[in-house]
């Protein structure tokens, strides 16, 4: 299994955070926010990650390394330009293989547990599902959601809608037609594979931030400060 995480956006809505610093490298709890992924998809068992990035890209790379200090093997697809998330993946295939793969956004905060990823991809193969999609309750800022959930598979249409947390599994197959360079989103391919019955999806209740304004990486920073000992338990499995 190997793990991607998209870290190649300007971070516009984060200015003026994101104009010295790349906003993956951002603190929250005292740590960078791709830290905290680092970390999980260590305890995960999760040790191929390739990280993507544009802006400021070299300071990703200087500050992460090649990932030995988490057990890990941290790969870069650099982008000249920032590609968007499909054209970012598509560029990067060549690093991730067929799949089905993970990838997550890096401007998330959330305790999904990346081992699930196994039992998804398995799924994947049984059901031929080029996505899947982790689904999570609309905050605030995004109420009307992306997409509906109908027994075990992605739709864009119906009810309740949920947000798509930026936490998927793909396989290459869903990226045919994006030349490595394209920028293209990653929603249009979605909402496709969704509509030939090719995407499955689940609900996740746990804990979910998009930390995409310097407002909510503060509000995350205080909760987190609030909870030592749960910053402690990720400490001692990982840092």
Known sequence: MRAMILA?????????????????????????L???????LRRAGIVDV???????????ELALGDGARWGLRIRYSPEGEALETAGGIARALPLLGDGPFLALAGDVFTDFDFARARTI???????????????????????DGDFALRAGRLVDDGAPRFTFSGIGLYRAAL????????????????????????????????????????Q????????????????????????
């Open 8 to 32: 190649a956006g300007r971070g516009e809505r984060m200015r003026p955070l994101t104009d010295t610093c790349p906003k993956p490298l951002l603190r929250v709890g005292g740590r960078a």
């Open 34 to 40: 791709v830290e905290w992924h680092l970390l999980a």
């Open 50 to 60: 390739v990280i993507n990035h544009a802006h400021l890209g070299a300071a990703i």
């Open 121 to 143: 991809a398995a799924q994947m193969r049984a059901a031929n599902l080029d996505a899947w999609c982790v689904l999570v309750d609309n905050p605030a800022h995004h109420p």
């Open 175 to 214: 990226f045919d037609g994006i030349g490595a360079g394209a920028k293209a989103p990653l929603a249009p391919l979605l909402r496709a594979a969704a509509a030939r019955g090719r995407a499955g999806a689940e609900h996740f209740g746990g804990r979910w931030t998009d930390v995409g304004t310097p």
């Open 216 to 239: 909510r990486l503060a509000e995350l920073d205080a909760q987190l400060a609030l909870a030592p000992a749960a910053r402690a338990g990720v400490r001692n499995q990982g840092a």
